[in-house]
């Protein structure tokens, strides 16, 4: 019997023999029931909260990295102090916003340089350099604005397709009013030079009807009419011939 009593306590005094039991804490205050909650879940708590924090962390790392690696395009950028080193800053960061701007100085001074093919040429390099950067209005702005220059550019060359190019701007509805107004007045313009007022009448018209009231060419618009009197009562459009009648 002596023996029996020694295994039973040897039992009891086990720590590994205790059980974590519901109705033993039936009764039991909050403390106790707070215990029982984290002995049956601290596993869970503790990756849970490690996940999180870890989770924060990345995104706090994250957020400063980004805000360092802006800081870093931005200053790589202002340190371009040429052509070469603005293509150079271009090859180097291709999806920056910045790369974009950057490429539009190039060809901006090489339009003012006179050096017009070339400028067309880098027009045209900025419009996919612009839409692999992003879709915000501004870089969407920024691929109008290099379209722009681009027919232009080519309108100065005689190219035939330049006009077209700037109608397309006229016509995109996407496309900022500054722009689209600047191609309608070009558009009108070039059609004066060669004595065209009915197409000129058109454009000058459609500035009223497409843009916003009070836009950034209504003076210029206006200053046209009125030192071109034909815009007022533009010739009609010569008909198209008509088979004779037999």
């Not at 915000?136 to 604005?145: F, N």
Request: hydrophobic share 45%; proline share 4%; net charge negative.
């Amino acid at each position: 019997m002596a023996e029996d009593s020694t295994k039973k306590r040897a039992m009891k005094d086990d720590d590994r023999n205790l059980v974590v039991v519901d109705e033993d804490f039936a009764q039991a205050d909050a403390e106790d029931r707070l215990w029982l909650f984290w002995e049956r879940n601290k596993t869970i708590i503790v990756r849970g909260t490690t996940s999180v924090v870890i989770g924060v962390l990345a995104f706090l790392a994250f957020y400063f990295w980004q805000q360092a690696k802006r800081q870093e395009v931005g200053d790589a950028y202002n340190a371009c102090k040429d052509a070469a080193a603005k293509r150079l800053f271009v090859a180097a960061h291709p999806r920056e916003p910045l790369a974009v701007v950057a490429l539009l100085e190039v060809a901006d001074d090489l339009r003012q340089n006179s050096k017009l093919v070339e400028a067309a040429k880098t027009y045209d390099e900025v419009i996919p350099l612009a839409q692999a950067a992003g879709d915000s209005p501004l870089l969407k702005a920024l691929a109008t604005r290099a379209r722009l220059y681009a027919a232009l550019t080519r309108l100065d060359l005689g190219e035939k397709e330049a006009e077209t190019s700037l109608a397309s701007i006229a016509d995109d509805k996407t496309a900022p009013d500054t722009l689209r107004g600047y191609a309608m007045i070009i558009l009108a313009n070039t059609a004066l030079h060669r004595g065209d007022s009915t197409s000129a009448a058109k454009w000058i018209n459609l500035m009223d009807k497409r843009l916003l009231p009070n836009h950034v060419w209504t003076d210029e618009k206006n200053w046209l009419v009125r030192t071109e009197p034909s815009l007022l009562n533009p010739l009609p459009a010569p008909a198209a011939d008509k088979p004779a009648v037999r």
